[in-house]
Every structure is written in structure tokens, then in C-alpha cells.
């Protein structure tokens, strides 16, 4: 038997409050009205736009013409990008495409501006057919479901199912003459989609994976880390770069190291003690290597192995930097030491924050309380410098070195466009 499914957009791959909110926010503006509260914003989701305009913010016909020109001037530009794909359905997607379902999606958004949101968040290698409204044209959900789906294919010869949010996905679904599925974490409730006679009801995601695909394997996650010296601005970067994984929908988990389960943390609290100041530097790069073996065992492959994007502030490259160029133990035999700790776990690719070891300096006396290795003088940190610029001429596939003296947006956009792409393509 063929498999097909139908997805519902908004509410069920993607979440668009954020873009519909700021943009009902702009034509409110734009035409001198209040500033609408949330509960007003929150009717906004689903409706026709003229309609909402006319009945929640008490606008005439002209004035809601007039409104919803200026949103459609905002949202065609921004608001249409200003999306979340919810966490794991590129894993759901993912898991489809590989046990050889068709996937369609039928959505009430205009065609062409659901296109572009599944372009812009790279989700059109796994669909085959999108289809929405075109022109003035508003099709019924039962007709769009019916279009989404392969020429020639039908309910009784083959496994169909619709999966939407509300109850009128339901109610096409069962127009369409094909199986349903609710799903909970969009904006419909479980009463709305039992009560519409939804064929199935899944809570969650993953409920939904083990529904349709009892059974399979979970495609591998991904392992990033951030490097930089002290002072690059590692903190935001790590802030910002996490927010845009997580709103193309990879699920993120973040970590760091030293540290990042309890027996690397309990390392990492002697490792950075400041009352350690007779500390060997050999017994410092073995306790960084064995609170590692810990943190890669407990924590990094686990994590990609249940399909997670791990990103982790710092990682071997940081001992190959500082223990063997600021402390001068060497590139290899740092390397060496950390082998068996690291056991071929390597990042698929790593953000390097790239300030010299003087701006580096310079930002570290403004910090306060500076630890251990922060307190080690500045030809350390010209070494350490020097440490990864050797690491990145031996592996520059992996390394992305951006340029972190500019402002913090700019220097996140460029991580992210960059980040995105890899992870994309290793899908
Ligand atoms: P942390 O407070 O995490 O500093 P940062 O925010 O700069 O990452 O402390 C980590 C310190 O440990 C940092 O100075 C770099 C150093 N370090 C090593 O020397 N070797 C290593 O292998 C790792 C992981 C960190």
C-alpha cells in the first residue's frame, strides 16, 4: 500500500504568531489606531484579516481595506519569515521522507507565501505538493486537500492522512474522503479535534513519528561547537545562535565544556579554582581530557544519537589552543592526550569568534572577577591565539572564523546564515 500525508501549515509544521502580531501592530500604527493588547492579537490567528480588523479593532469596511493593505506590505517583506517551525518536525519530516511517504501540504495561507516560508526554512526537499489559495481564488479545505494529494491516488486503494491543528482540517479531511490526524501543540485543543471526529489524536511531535512510523530509526542530530578567547563574546553568540536553531526546528540542546554532566562539572570547579595556582600544567590538560571522555560518553553522542543539534561552548580545540599553545605543552601532543577522551567525536562544524589576543585582553580587564587561566598573562593568550590559528589552517572545512569585532547582530547574522547552511545540507 502507498503512503501519503497531508500537512496542515500554520499551527501544525509552522507557528506564525510572531509575524501575524507585529504586522496587525505596523497597519495599526501605519493608521493612527491604538496599539492592540494581546488578547486582541491572539483573535487575529486564524480568521480572514479584513475580518479581524473590522470586528476586534471596531474598523469600518474602508478602514479595514485600508489595514489590511498595510499588513500585507509588512508581512510580504518580514512578517512572512518572522515564523517557528516547531521543534522536531524536521525530524518528523525526516522520518517520512526516509520510510518512502509522499508528503503534501494543504494550507488556507496564500500559495505563494506559503511556498516561500517552506522554502526560507528549507523544508521543500521533503514536500512534493504545496497548495493554497491562489489569486482571489478561496478553495475549501476539502479541495485543497484533494489537490495535495498524488494524481491517481485514493482512500480505499491507498494509507491517507490529513494531519492538521483545527477542526476544520478534521472536517476537510473527512470531505476529502481520507484519514485524520489532530495534533496538540498547535492552536486547536484536544476537545475541538475528538469532537470534529479526528480519525487519530496526537499530543505530541514525536507521537505523531510514532504513529506513522512505528518503529524507525531516528536520523542523526548534529555536534557544533563555539571557540574563541576569552573575551570574543562566545556568551551572545552562543544566545543568538541558539534561538535561530531552534526556530528552523532543530531540536538544540546546549552544553559546555569543562563541564556539562556532574562529574565533568566537579573537574571543571578544580580546574578553574583559583586557589589551584600550583597546578601542573600537564595535570591541568589531563583533568580538561578526562572530564571530556566523560562529557562526550554522557552527553554529546547520546544527544546526537536521538537526533539533537549539540552545541557546545568550547570543546578539544580549546585544550590544542590553550594547554598546548598558551602552556606550551604542543599542538600534538595536546592532540595525542586527547584522543582516547575524544574517540573520533568531532564537531561537524565550529564557530570560531576571532578577535586578537589584544582586543581579547583589553575586553577581559573591563570583566570583574577573571578565573584561573583568565588571570595567566598576555603572551599565554598570544599563544593560545596562535594555537587555533594553527588548528584552523590544519581543518578550515570545519571551522567557520568570523570576524567577532563588529556589532553583535551583524557578526549573529553571519553564524547563523552559515550554521543553518551546514546543517541543512546534512540533513
Ligand atoms: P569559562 O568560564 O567557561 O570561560 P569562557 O566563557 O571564556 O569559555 O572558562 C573556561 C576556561 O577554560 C577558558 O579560559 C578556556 C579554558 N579552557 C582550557 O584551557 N582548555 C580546555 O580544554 C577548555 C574546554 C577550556
Known sequence: MRKCV?????????????????????????????????????KFIGPPLGYSFREYMGMDDEMADKAVVAYRERYNVVGLFENRVFPGIRRLLRTLKREGWYIGVATGKPQRASERIIEHFGLDKFITKICGPVGDHRPDKIDLIRNALPEGWNADMDDIWMVGDRKFDVEGAIGAGVKSIGVGYGYGSEEELRESGCTQYCETVQDVIDFLCPGAAIPAGAFLSVEGLDGSGKGTQIRLLSDVIDRYGFELQLSREPGGCPISEKLRDIILDRNNADMDDVTEVLLYAAARAQHV??????????GRVLLCDRYVDSSVAYQGGGRQLGVQRVLDINAPAVDGTTPMATVYLDVDHETSMKRRAAATELDRL?????????????????????????????DATRA????????AEKVIGRLMEAE
Open 6 to 42: 497531508i500537512f496542515d501549515l500554520d499551527g501544525t509544521l509552522t507557528r506564525s504568531e510572531e509575524g501575524i502580531w507585529n504586522c496587525v501592530r505596523y497597519a495599526a500604527e501605519k493608521l493612527g489606531f491604538p496599539e492592540p493588547d494581546a488578547p486582541t492579537l491572539r
Open 297 to 306: 560518553r554522557q552527553v554529546i553522542r547520546p544527544a546526537v544519537a536521538a
Open 374 to 402: 583568565e588571570l595567566a598573562g598576555d603572551s599565554f593568550h598570544a599563544r593560545t591565539e596562535a594555537g587555533y590559528r594553527e588548528l584552523i589552517r590544519r581543518d578550515p572545512e570545519r571551522f567557520i572564523v568570523v
Open 408 to 415: 553583535p547582530e551583524e557578526i549573529g547574522k553571519e553564524i
